[in-house]
């Protein structure tokens, strides 16, 4: 995710905005926000529709997605804990 995302707030408004651009049957839900240390870049884990995924994922997966949707998908699981695991998040209480 590029650096002007620095609050959970502003991502999900991105998000949502998105969800309307592609047209999803429901709106991607944020379930984590991290932002790095340095404030350079930030970690999220969305939550989308299995049937919205396929669409989703072919815009934001590419080199250019941060370029042309301000977010890039580095991994991809129908588990939560999976994608926590990957990156090292830890579940916030």
Same mark, same amino acid.
């Given at each position: 995710?590029?650096?002007?995302? +620095?609050?959970?707030?502003?991502? *999900?408004?991105?998000?949502?905005?998105?969800?309307?651009?592609?047209?999803?049957?429901? /709106? $991607?839900?944020?379930?984590?926000?991290?932002? +790095? +240390?340095?404030?350079?870049? *930030? @970690?999220? $884990?969305?939550?989308?529709?299995? !049937?919205?995924? =396929?669409? @989703?994922? *072919?815009?934001?997966?590419?080199? =250019? *997605?941060?370029?042309?949707?301000?977010?890039?998908? $580095? /991994? /991809?699981?129908?588990?939560?804990? @999976?994608?926590?695991?990957?990156?090292?998040? /830890?579940? =916030? !209480?």
């Amino acid at each position: 995710m590029n650096n002007k995302f +620095s609050t959970r707030n502003q991502l *999900a408004e991105h998000l949502n905005l998105l969800s309307k651009e592609f047209e999803l049957t429901k /709106t $991607i839900r944020l379930m984590d926000f991290e932002l +790095s +240390s340095g404030g350079e870049f *930030a @970690l999220a $884990i969305i939550e989308v529709k299995l !049937q919205d995924s =396929k669409l @989703l994922r *072919a815009n934001i997966e590419g080199e =250019k *997605a941060i370029e042309n949707f301000g977010i890039q998908s $580095i /991994t /991809t699981s129908g588990k939560i804990r @999976l994608v926590r695991d990957r990156l090292n998040l /830890t579940k =916030k !209480q």
